[in-house]
């Protein structure tokens, strides 16, 4: 099988954002490539965080992950930081990135807008560590989201630069597109995102998701219960086509262009279908979170071994194409 790579920042609660636009996908394809899943701490070093916290984000990130499905015999899930050649391979990239490449990324200039008091290095350099990410363990197939094919690109231009001048190492990945590339927040106006606390936690109550989902931004012709509405112009109805069956989804739709349910009704009839989807997730994380939980950082342990020596292998081959291997 190909193999696929991708990863996650350990930076707070999993959204339906992070869900289904990523994790439900990588549920489906870790049946299908040799896959590999980093928890990407140190792409999290790149904006200010406290360090108390990261050992226990990285966990909570793990063990969210295998309850949304992520299958330990299925997929290695391991940790960034814990495979040191993620960070030599890094060095050894930036001797063949042109600095341009870098000022033109779309990521970099937002986030220099948005950390304009700390804009450090690595976030310039934030592609090239995601390049040796992928390409450490040869990943020919990532699955990204419309805002990241311009970082999928980039890898392929570092495997090109390296395989002209070292001789033929890596492979050019292909960027494989998510079927739900953008889930909007609950304000409506921007997609999910903990920095806009515009989230729904995959791990939240019912009681806490509708204290969020109640006051939601709706279509903004429903002023009244009897005003009809427009569902392709509402948050709550995007959030439907997520989760509600599609004989449903009619229903509610035919409901709301003619005022015959109003706007708590739909919410409610979400909620509803929205949580068959996260009960199971809340309740398989509790048992990994209790009992499961060491077998669980074990398994982290192990993976991590793993994925180190495929580095190893990795850069061997690397540092004798480069010249690096002593005779």
């Known amino acids: 099988m190909k193999v696929l790579f991708t990863g996650i920042q350990p930076t707070g609660d999993i959204h339906l954002g992070n869900y289904f636009g990523a994790i439900a996908n990588w549920v489906r394809l870790q049946h299908e490539y040799t896959t590999y899943i980093s928890v990407v701490d140190l792409h999290a070093l790149s904006i200010p965080y406290e360090p108390a916290d990261m050992p226990g984000r990285v966990a909570d990130l793990a063990l969210t992950l295998y309850a949304c499905g992520i299958q330990v015999d299925k997929a290695v899930l ?10 030599e391979l890094t060095w050894i990239f930036n001797t063949i990135t042109p600095l ?28 090239v560590l995601q390049a040796a990410d992928i390409l450490l363990y040869k ?10 094919v311009q ?7 570092v495997a090109r630069h390296f395989n002209s001048r070292y001789g033929d190492t890596f492979p050019e990945c292909q960027a494989l597109l998510t079927a739900t590339p953008r889930v909007l927040g609950l304000d409506g106006d921007a997609k999910m995102s903990k920095s806009k606390g515009n989230t729904i936690g ?4 019912a009681e806490q998701i509708w204290a969020k989902v109640g006051p939601a931004k709706t279509d903004p012709a429903r002023v009244r219960r009897t005003d009809p509405g427009t569902p392709e112009k509402c948050t709550i109805w995007s959030y439907h086509l ?3 069956p599609e004989a449903e989804r009619a229903d509610i739709h035919k409901g709301c262009t003619t005022a015959g349910i ?22 398989r994380y509790a048992e990994l979170a209790g009992a499961g939980r060491k077998g ?32």
Do not use: W
């Not at 490449?101 to 934030?126: G, H, I, P, W």
């Not at 950082?297 to 180190?308: F, P, Q, S, V």
């Not at 020596?309 to 291997?325: D, P, Q, S, Y």
């Open 78 to 87: 391991f940790v960034q930081s814990e495979v040191p050649a993620h960070s």
């Open 100 to 127: 341009g490449e870098l000022e033109r990324m779309t990521q970099f200039k937002d986030k220099r807008e948005q950390f304009r008091a700390s804009v450090n290095v690595a976030l310039l350099d934030y592609p």
């Open 139 to 148: 990943g020919e197939v990532v699955p990204v989201g419309e805002d990241q």
């Open 151 to 157: 970082h999928v690109e980039f890898t392929r231009e």
């Open 202 to 205: 995959v791990l939240e109550t």
């Open 242 to 244: 997520l989760v509600t």
């Open 262 to 283: 109003g706007c708590i009704d739909c919410k409610k009839r979400f909620q509803a279908n929205l949580m068959k989807v996260l009960d199971p997730i809340r309740e």
């Open 296 to 327: 669980i950082m074990e398994r982290l342990d192990a993976n991590g071994e793993k994925c180190r020596a495929v580095a190893a292998t990795t850069m061997a081959e690397v540092r004798e194409k480069m010249g690096l291997k002593r005779e």
